[in-house]
């Protein structure tokens, strides 16, 4: 079985199955083949949400509007993928990662690139925010980005060191 999935929380097990484990209910979730390319798509929601906040608010209403057109497009995909998505999944109580395997498909080269790229990411983040002298909510939101690409470039160079263990 072949799959062109992976992340943070996705598995294989033991039968070589595709697992999703969810970090609220700690349980896992079989991912058949045929409900991969759902999956890749549920696993893009907060990345929707952003964007539409991002590409929103150049063009059109405030960014308050924006981040609540975008808050309630997130609620109602969480719900989906919830409800429906991962209801219809076997689930696998309890799952236990350290008895299975990181989907891990980086390279070391690609790694670096993430690292690097999402450094710059926060960066610029920042210096947008404090250019473009952003209001309040569009600050917080900047700096809240910012964190977060910060926190993946810090992930990025910490499987760098666990690579080159």
């Not at 689930?91 to 070391?108: G, M, Q, Y």
Request: with cysteine.
């Amino acid at each position: 079985m072949s799959t062109n999935v992976d992340g943070l929380f996705v598995y294989r097990d033991k039968r070589n199955r595709v697992i999703y484990k969810d970090m609220f209910s700690k349980d896992g979730y079989i991912i058949d083949q045929n409900m991969l390319s759902a999956f890749k798509k549920y696993q893009n929601r907060y990345l929707a949400a952003i964007a539409i906040v991002a590409l929103g608010y150049n063009f059109v209403f405030t960014i308050e509007i924006w981040t609540a057109i975008a808050g309630v497009v997130l609620v109602v995909l969480e719900y989906l993928f919830r409800s429906k998505f991962l209801k219809s999944c076997k689930k696998v109580e309890n799952f236990d990662t350290s008895k299975a395997k990181n989907i891990d498909k980086l390279s070391r080269g690609r790694t670096i690139i993430l690292a690097i790229l999402y450094l710059a990411l926060s960066v610029l983040l920042i210096a947008n925010a404090v250019i473009e002298k952003l209001p309040t909510l569009a600050l917080v939101l900047s700096i809240l980005g910012a964190s977060i690409a910060f926190l993946r470039a810090l992930w990025s160079v910490n499987r760098l060191m666990k690579g080159a263990k």
